[in-house]
């Protein structure tokens, strides 16, 4: 700086007031030495600017620390500013004055003198700490380096400013001047102008300079990167066009003409029906038309993918064979013979079909719009681990057929069976034809698994889109949303498989065949697994069949005291862990052929999980054993019955349903209106409350087949006779007493054979449902069939012989109190 100017500075700092005007800034910092524009446009601002206007022009500018505030007050703006001078005012036309200022010198405000008309404060010079030395001096030069480089990187700044950049020797003059120029945010601004030190201001400039450098830098590397991309790909139209000019005086093809020709050829020898024929030439004829950089050109050439893969009329031909089918479902699966003779019958009528040509006649009636339902659509319904999934696949390999499955369980979007329309970005066909793709027929077996478990919400009701798979009326004519065409699905083996029937749709159920797969016996299981499991383990853990050997009486144990299941996979697993603990004797060269014994599963498996009998021997009055259903099989379930002294109320516990607590109310209405024929005094019921509970208290429960259970514990508990421990009965009772049927009857009397009971009482209406029970659990139970519930009652309570005088004595306490 020349010496003129710094004594024009230092006159007009001696000319500062100590008491000055403050204009709070909007957005931005003013710096000493800098000259800036300003817009006023708020009336105490305004007010400002006229009044100094009169003086002496001399203001202090401070910046907002909120910008968002029209008119802040002390502590709403930073008390560090620049002292400037008003050099030139002019107002516009909508009242507005547009300022010219000149900063001076760096101020602290000392304190607050006024807040109106406008902000006043006594204030104190403060310029930046300079000293001259070698350090100042570097970081000057490094400064005035740092900015050069910013400049000639950014578009926004003049390239003149470079040389002015180097005519600038005053190091406080060169920071005020950087700072000023290169569009700081009020935050670093401030921090630039509370900096006591030259020094310190210009580390900060320069840190700040080097960042935007680099970012600059970063931005002009991208600009040119993506220019070089526009003038390739216009290098590669103009080529493009040349090759396609070429290629046209030549006669030869280009690339969407030769693709679009290889799709005719595939077109011309596909074997598909009329319909899709027509539609995919309608697709292939846009095709052709388009360009290869068009959006639906990829969404086209998709759909002839799908169309031309389909197996239209690709089919497996059936093993004709009804002796072979029957040994290879008794090779993979023992008993369920039900299910077995309904996939030999539906192979003998197949087998008919094609040679008195009714296939023919089929299609015929097809044409005329009456289609015939030959197709089978079973549904395997039973607890997890009865063998539902695996026997699709030994179906399969009985009929010749390819096996595919889909999973049922969570579905809740519709167009997971029937595809989205192709309007859809990404759109794809239903799971039920990408199944049939992959199977590379179009007769497969199909398993639908845990078609009980299917939701819906907001995007469709998947189960609704079923109805048209599973119906042999109408699976001839599938139309998925994507491909737009009949599809037939007439000859597809549909097997479903489901826990719960309850919760499955009436409409779908109607279309099934269900096929009730209940739990296995004991005696079934150990033959299950010595025919499959123990085989399948072995292999599964490295092991030969010499190495390991399993006893029936070992498996009985695993069946008895580590399972308590309907069906084996909890056996299956325990017979896995007995494997690998046996490969772990082998590999220790403790032993090259282990016998599994009781003793042996003792050993490996520790405690027992389970009592192979009813745990436990009932002596007390008021407790009955039932037998329930539940997603796992047959189960027993105890109904608990107490009383106590009180006014006759009935309290029920145990998460029970409305149907089973209507049930508890009909039983305690049944023994109260009895109560002289069962020898009670109708007394007691007035000052007696009786609390039922049904264990476990977690696990809801309902229905009403647990009556005659709820009955049996009410009329112990008040007769003070005890019900036989080794009964298991379940029944539907009214109010007159008789006992209604019930369903589940051979899981709830498997149940309570597993349980070690000896007897079951049924409701006599339920004997049609003794035929599907093993033959070795009817002649090891003893059947109870109940009309009234004053039969089961003559059934089930002890004699009074047997009665244990103590529970009696007990009893009687309580009531009495």
């Known amino acids: 700086m020349h010496t003129t100017e710094q004594e024009e500075k230092t006159q007009k700092m001696a000319n500062i007031p100590e008491e000055l005007p403050i204009l709070p800034l909007r957005n931005t910092v003013a710096f000493p030495y800098s000259v800036m524009p300003l817009a006023v446009g708020i009336p105490r ?56 200022i000149q900063g001076l010198e760096r101020f602290r405000v000392d304190h607050w003198i006024d807040e109106s008309p406008y902000l006043k404060a006594r204030i104190s010079i403060s310029p930046a700490t300079m000293e001259q030395d070698l350090e100042t001096d570097a970081l000057a030069r490094s400064l005035r380096e740092v900015a050069q480089e910013v400049v000639t990187l950014s578009p926004n700044l003049p390239k003149e400013a470079i040389e002015y950049l180097n005519q600038v020797e005053d190091p406080r003059y060169l920071v005020y001047l950087v700072a000023g120029s290169i569009g700081l945010d009020v935050a670093k601004g401030q921090e630039i102008i509370e900096a006591n030190t030259v020094k310190e201001k210009i580390r900060i400039l320069i840190a700040h300079l080097s960042r935007e450098k680099e970012l ?59 319909e899709v024929r027509k539609e995919a030439e309608r697709e ?56 077995k003779e309904r996939i030999i019958e539906y192979l003998a009528v197949r087998m008919l ?76 066909p239903g799971r039920i034809i990408q199944a ?121 144990k695993l069946v008895q005291d580590y399972t308590r299941e309907a069906g084996v996979r909890n056996l299956e697993r325990q017979i896995g862990a007995v494997c690998r603990k046996s490969a772990v004797r ?102 007696t409350d009786v609390h039922l509970h049904v264990p476990a208290g977690a696990i809801p429960k309902d229905g009403p087949s647990a009556g005659v259970a709820m009955v049996m514990a009410m009329a112990s508990l008040f007769s003070a006779q005890p019900v036989r421990g080794d009964v298991g009965m379940t029944g539907e009772v009214t109010l007159r007493g008789r006992v209604l049927p019930v369903g589940g009857i051979k899981m709830k009397v498997l149940a309570a054979h597993r349980a070690g009971m000896t007897s079951v009482i049924l409701p006599h209406r339920n004997e049609k449902d003794l035929e599907d029970l093993p033959d070795e659990v009817r002649e090891a139970m003893n059947i109870i069939l109940v009309d009234r519930i004053d039969e089961a009652l003559d059934a089930a309570i002890k004699p009074e012989g047997e009665t244990d005088a103590s529970a009696e004595t007990e009893m009687e306490q309580v009531v009495n109190g």
């Open 216 to 274: 600059l830098t970063l931005g002009k590397k991208i600009q040119t990167e993506a220019k070089g991309e526009m003038d390739k790909a216009q290098r590669e139209y103009f080529l493009r066009q040349q090759l396609k000019a070429i290629q046209k005086e030549l006669g030869e093809t280009d690339e969407n003409q030769s693709e679009a020709e290889e799709y005719t050829e595939k077109l011309d020898e596909a074997d598909i029906p009329d």
């Open 45 to 100: 601002s305004v007010a400002l600017v006229e009044e100094a206007m009169k003086g002496d022009r001399i203001i202090g500018l401070v910046s907002m620390k909120d910008p968002s505030i029209e008119t802040p007050r002390p502590g709403q703006v930073h008390e560090v500013g620049t002292v400037a001078k008003i050099e030139r005012v002019m107002r516009t036309s909508d009242n507005t004055l547009q300022v010219i």
């Open 353 to 428: 079909a094609k040679e008195r040509n009714i296939e023919a006649e089929k299609d015929q009636d097809r044409k005329k719009g009456m289609p015939e339902a030959m197709g089978a659509i079973l549904c395997f319904a039973g607890p997890p681990g009865v063998g539902k999934t695996s026997l699709g696949q030994s179906i399969a390999r009985a009929l010749g057929r390819e096996f595919t499955r889909m999973s049922l369980g969570g579905m809740r979007d519709e167009a997971e069976i029937r595809g989205h329309r192709r309007t859809y970005i990404g759109a794809m």
């Open 586 to 687: 082998i590999v220790g060269k403790k032993s090259t052929e282990v016998e599994i014994t009781p003793e042996l599963v003792r050993t490996y498996l520790k405690k027992e999980k389970f009592e192979s009998e009813l745990s436990e021997n009932i002596e007390i009055p008021g407790i009955a054993t039932g037998l329930a259903v539940t997603a796992t099989g047959g189960d027993i379930l105890f109904i608990e019955a107490t009383r106590m002294k009180g006014k006759g109320g009935l309290t029920l516990t145990g998460q029970l349903g409305d149907v089973m607590r209507e049930s508890a109310q009909i039983a305690h209405s049944y023994v109260r209106s009895k109560a002289l024929e069962l020898q009670v005094d109708p007394d007691q019921f007035e000052k």
């Open 436 to 556: 049939i793709k992959r199977a590379g027929t179009r007769n497969p077996v199909f398993m639908l698994d845990e078609v009980d478990k299917v939701g819906n919400d907001w995007r469709g009701d998947p189960s609704s889109a079923l109805l048209e798979v599973l119906d042999p009326a109408q699976n001839h004519a599938f139309r998925d949303h994507y491909l737009d065409v009949d599809f037939d699905l007439s000859d597809v083996i549909f097997i479903t498989t489901a826990n719960m029937l309850e919760t499955i749709p009436a409409p779908l159920r109607d279309r099934m065949e269900i096929i009730q797969l209940d739990g296995y016996t004991e005696y079934e299981k150990v033959q299950i697994a010595q025919r499959h499991l123990v085989e399948r383990q072995i292999r599964a853990n490295g092991l030969r069949e010499d190495e390991i050997r399993f006893t029936d009486e070992a498996l009985r």
């Open 284 to 339: 292939l004829k846009r095709f052709k038309g388009m360009s290869p950089h068009s959006p639906e050109y990829s969404v086209i050439k998709t759909y002839l993918d799908w169309i031309l893969e389909l197996p239209w009329k690709n089919s497996s031909e059936d093993k004709a064979d009804i002796d072979n089918a029957r040994q290879v479902l008794d090779e993979d699966h023992y008993d369920l013979n039900e299910v």
